[in-house]
């Protein structure tokens, strides 16, 4: 089974890194959007990944209504990229609390710099470099810190 990677992205940028993150492991991209209107997302497959954009140094509530929405993806690598403007703010500490709840777990977790929302398509597909990298032993498990 491909690795899934999962984003939401409003004016692009998301929807950019997480393509580039599906040529590189060669994934499967999904629009969460299209995921909505179901009941449950079960996860057939070992890796997954879910990109997204902070919105008020938090997760946006459609990520939230969808990682409750995840089933089996206990012992899954799970990662997570949250693209901003400033700082990742609790985001990727918010996704982890809700993985631990459902009985997961981020194995791995990244945050890009994106500058702003308002760069053009061509500037920012030039913008490659991942500019800071967040280490999954910053963030909390359900046993405290790793
Ligand atoms: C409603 C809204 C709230 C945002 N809040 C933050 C924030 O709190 N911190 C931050 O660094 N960037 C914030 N941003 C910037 C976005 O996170 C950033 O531009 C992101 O890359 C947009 O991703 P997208 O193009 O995939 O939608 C916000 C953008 C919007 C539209």
Known sequence: ???KVYYFSATGNSLYVARQIVKNINGELIPI?????????????DIVGIVFPVYYNRIPII???FIKLLMQIEGKYLFA?????????ESL?????????????LSAAF???M??????R???RKFKVYSSLLFYSTLPTAAGSP
Do not use: D, W
């Not at 959007?33 to 497959?45: C, D």
């Open 111 to 113: 945050g890009v710099h």
């Open 93 to 105: 500490q918010m996704i982890q609390q809700i993985l631990i709840e459902r009985g997961g777990k």
């Open 63 to 65: 990520i939230e209504k």
């Open 115 to 120: 500058n702003c929302a308002q760069l053009s």
């Open 33 to 45: 959007a299209s995921q909505m209107n179901k009941n449950n997302i079960g996860i057939n497959t």
């Open 122 to 124: 061509q500037f920012y």
């Open 1 to 3: 089974m491909k690795p």
């Open 81 to 89: 990229v949250c693209t901003y403007g400033g700082g990742p703010g």
